[in-house]
């Protein structure tokens, strides 16, 4: 974990995602030598099939994730969020809707089919990723230990990741803030697998000396990803998610960021303010757009704040033919 104070609003209890009540985090985490990877679960209050307002933006759509264009269409999660490598993305897509089948088995039946919600990165350079080890039968296990409490950095999705030419991986985040009486949180994940050296920033200043940078081998191209799932209690609608989906990527870029052609920095975010139950009229409250600028800047400083512990708390892994990717402390 890092010690750095970002922005002004109090953190949760835990400063992490689970600080909104209802959400809870697992990992399913491969360390194996040439096999660095793992899946990552986020789980919602009274999931499956509970459906929340959502929206996912992208901000660079290099990636193959699953699931955002029905998420999009109809503003609304249905199932938990997974989170692994690229080529996991089918196992981890047929692993969660086993899983889901099994609570309700009428899905694609007599009822709808399911939508699940899979994101990814690349974490080839410390994983052997044509190994295809990750299969679905290891979904369960991700999700089964989701809790309030779990570990950041090299774990789960974020075992093989690389953020800033460092290790990188999982981070998370919370802020509190109090609105017309009431107490509501902001909570981020991110998984970080992006930014070249040169360009990591903390708190605005530049973490590496010149001698180092200019040691860099010139032009090198940044070909990572960022995912960032945000999930809040305030009462928000699928428009309003959208825009606060939108400023997220301002917290990735005070760390550094340059959204380069090669990165997918895509951002969900959910409200559990409102469940959608409705069969024929809904009837939801929502934050007023003027209050909005709360939600916004609560959700720049999580994902600035989660980035950083994501490269604060990892480890350092070596993988695949050798590849080393060091922590942050050893790197320097």
Do not use: W
Request: net charge neutral; charged share 25%.
């Amino acid at each position: 974990m890092h010690n750095k104070k970002i922005g002004s609003f109090k953190t949760g209890e835990r400063n992490l995602i689970t600080d909104v009540k209802g959400v809870n985090v697992g990992h399913k985490t491969f360390d194996l030598d040439n096999i660095q990877t793992g899946i990552t679960a986020i789980t919602l209050p009274n999931q499956p099939f509970y459906r929340y307002e959502a929206a996912a933006f992208v901000f660079n759509g290099f990636g193959k994730s699953v699931g955002l264009i029905q998420l999009n269409e109809l503003g609304e999660l249905e199932t938990p969020i997974m989170l692994t490598n690229t080529y996991s993305v089918p196992a981890v897509m047929e692993g969660l809707i086993e899983n889901l089948l099994k609570i309700d088995p009428e899905r694609g039946k007599s009822k709808g089919t399911i939508n699940p919600v899979v994101f990814e990165c690349n974490d080839g350079y410390l994983n052997d990723i044509q190994r295809f080890y990750i299969r679905p039968k290891d979904v369960n296990e991700a999700l089964e230990n989701a809790s309030k409490d779990f570990m950041q950095g090299s774990v789960g999705a974020g075992r093989g990741m690389s953020a800033y030419q460092m290790k990188g991986g999982i981070g998370s985040a919370s802020r509190v803030t109090e609105i017309d009486g009431e107490i509501f949180t902001v909570g981020t994940l991110s998984l970080t697998n992006m930014g070249l050296k040169k360009d990591f920033r903390i708190l605005g200043e530049k973490f590496y000396d010149e001698d180092i940078l200019n040691s860099e081998i010139p032009h090198k191209q940044d070909k990572g990803s960022m995912i960032n799932i945000l999930i809040t209690d305030i009462p928000l609608s699928h428009r309003q998610l959208n825009r606060v989906a939108k400023r997220c990527s301002i917290g990735l870029a005070h760390t550094g960021t340059m959204f380069s052609n090669g990165s997918g920095d895509i951002f969900l975010c959910v409200s559990t303010g409102n469940v959608k139950k409705g069969n024929v009229f809904e009837k939801n409250r929502r934050l007023c757009d003027s209050q909005i600028d709360i939600v916004f800047r609560m959700a720049i400083e999580c994902t600035e704040d989660s980035v950083l512990s994501s490269i604060y708390s990892a480890d350092t892994v070596k993988g695949r033919d050798g590849n080393i990717k060091y922590n942050i402390n050893e790197d320097k």
